[in-house]
């Protein structure tokens, strides 16, 4: 079992410190290759809840599965976010926006931190910009629409964190041979884009545990 991630003490203080010091040009040379064209963007949402094994407080980040019908990252593990509207005045208005929309949150509630810089999301021609929010009193969400969304839940950071739950995703497509991090959380496995961010997010604010990134497994797309 996993012990709590130590930042639970001033958990929102240490996280907004860090964030401050994330060096932009981490997640600027994802940028290299293929660009996105549409506009949209995630909520990357910390919180200090309870963890349901131990009771004890925990940092989390909340996560939500995609329903398997949709045409594009169907199955996937996402943040919540998506593609921006017109009346949306940035990035951090699109992201709480579709939070709400797929799990209910109440963005009053949502402190955002940092937006950082747009990433490209190629097979989906989206430009994704991360938001960094920290919600201050977390309470259970729940899937607005099965049709898009089956699963929110707050995942422990020190569970993403531990070693024995990363692993390198291999992806065969066409041909082609694709590589990247991933996470098992309770056989619930976080690849792709998500888990990207997840991994550079976690080297720049200095929280990586060395693990073994020649374990491979295969994932089906």
Do not use: K, N
Not at 42 to 58: C, D, H, K
Not at 76 to 101: C, H, I, K, M, N
Not at 106 to 131: I, R, Y
Not at 132 to 144: D, F, K, N, Q, R
């Amino acid at each position: 079992m996993t012990e709590p991630h130590p930042l639970v003490t001033d958990s929102r203080g240490q996280l907004a410190r860090l964030v401050e010091r994330i060096d932009p040009a981490v997640f600027r040379e994802l940028r290299a290759g293929d660009h996105g064209e549409r506009p949209a963007a995630v909520l990357v949402l910390f919180s200090e809840a309870r963890a349901q094994a131990s009771g004890s407080a925990e940092l989390c980040v909340l996560l939500q599965v995609r329903a398997a019908t949709l045409r594009q990252h169907a199955g996937q593990v996402s943040f919540p976010g998506g593609r921006a509207e017109p009346g949306d005045a940035d990035a951090a208005q699109t992201a709480l926006r579709e939070a709400a929309e797929e799990t209910g949150l109440d963005p009053s509630g949502v402190d955002v931190l940092a937006t950082l810089p747009p990433v490209p999301l190629a097979v989906s021609d989206h430009l994704v910009t991360p938001v960094i929010g920290w919600w201050e009193h977390p309470i259970v969400l729940s899937a607005i629409d099965p049709a898009e969304t089956t699963l929110v839940w707050q995942v422990p950071v020190a569970q993403l964190l531990d070693p024995a739950s990363r692993f390198t995703a291999v992806i065969e497509r066409r041909g082609s041979r694709y590589s990247g991090p991933a996470f098992d959380v309770d056989g619930v496995v976080v690849w792709g884009f998500t888990a990207i961010l997840l991994d550079r997010l976690f080297d720049a604010l200095g929280w990586t545990q060395p693990w073994d990134v020649t374990r491979e497994r295969l994932i089906e797309s």
